[in-house]
Structures are given as structure tokens and as C-alpha cells.
Nanobody, 120 residues
């Protein structure tokens, strides 16, 4: 079974930056897409950024121009560089991977989340 572990969250002042990392372990057969989601209290989990197998990226409107998703396939790691952070970015950020594991079926995997708090 594949496991995802996020890191890099923390407390930062508005205008600051953070880089989140998501490292995958286990036997991965194929990756269809990976991404970052976030969930604030009382709100639905929402997509922040995603990157497909072919390298295409997709961003939430609120993240465009400020956040950058990237992936290092050799390290089985996906990153989210967050710049110009705003208090509205405060949330728990989750890594997601749509991948095929040893059971040879695509499944959605989630990390435990890393908390990002942006103070004004």
C-alpha cells in the first residue's frame, strides 16, 4: 500500500512563503495525477493545484500567480511552493495522488495533512 506524507506547513505572516512537500512511499505502478487540496474549518475540501501525468497543471483561481505545483518523479515527491500568502490561505493542506498500486487499479490516496496558518 502506498503512503503519502506531507511536510512543510507552519505559521507564517501574510506575504510570506512556504514550500510544502509530499513524499510517497510504497510500490507505485503508475501515477495519473497528483495534487494539493486544502480544507478550512466549516468548508469543503477544495482543489488548490494539480499536475497530471503529462505535466499539465491546474490551479484554483485563488492560487494562480502565487502558488506553483511541481513534481520530482525520481524522488516520488510533489511540491507546492506558496508565495504571497494571505490569511485566507489558512487551512489544512492535503496531498492527493491518483495512482495505480500493486493491486493494479487506480485509487485515490491521501496524506494526513499539514497545517498552514497565515497571520495578518
Amino acid at each position: 500500500q502506498v503512503q503519502l506524507v506531507e511536510s512543510g506547513g507552519g505559521l507564517v505572516q501574510a506575504g510570506g512563503s512556504l514550500r510544502l512537500s509530499c513524499a510517497a512511499s510504497g510500490r507505485i505502478v503508475s501515477v495519473r495525477a497528483t495534487g494539493w487540496y486544502r480544507q478550512a474549518p466549516g468548508k469543503q475540501r477544495e482543489l488548490v493545484a494539480a499536475i497530471t501525468r503529462g505535466g499539465s497543471t491546474n490551479y484554483a483561481d485563488s492560487a494562480k500567480g502565487r502558488f506553483t505545483i511541481s513534481r520530482d518523479n525520481a524522488k516520488n515527491t510533489v511540491y507546492l511552493q506558496m508565495n504571497s500568502l494571505k490569511p485566507e490561505d489558512t487551512a489544512v493542506y492535503y496531498c492527493n495522488a491518483d495512482l495505480m498500486d500493486c493491486e493494479l487499479k487506480y485509487r485515490g490516496y491521501w496524506g494526513q495533512g499539514t497545517r498552514v496558518a497565515v497571520s495578518s
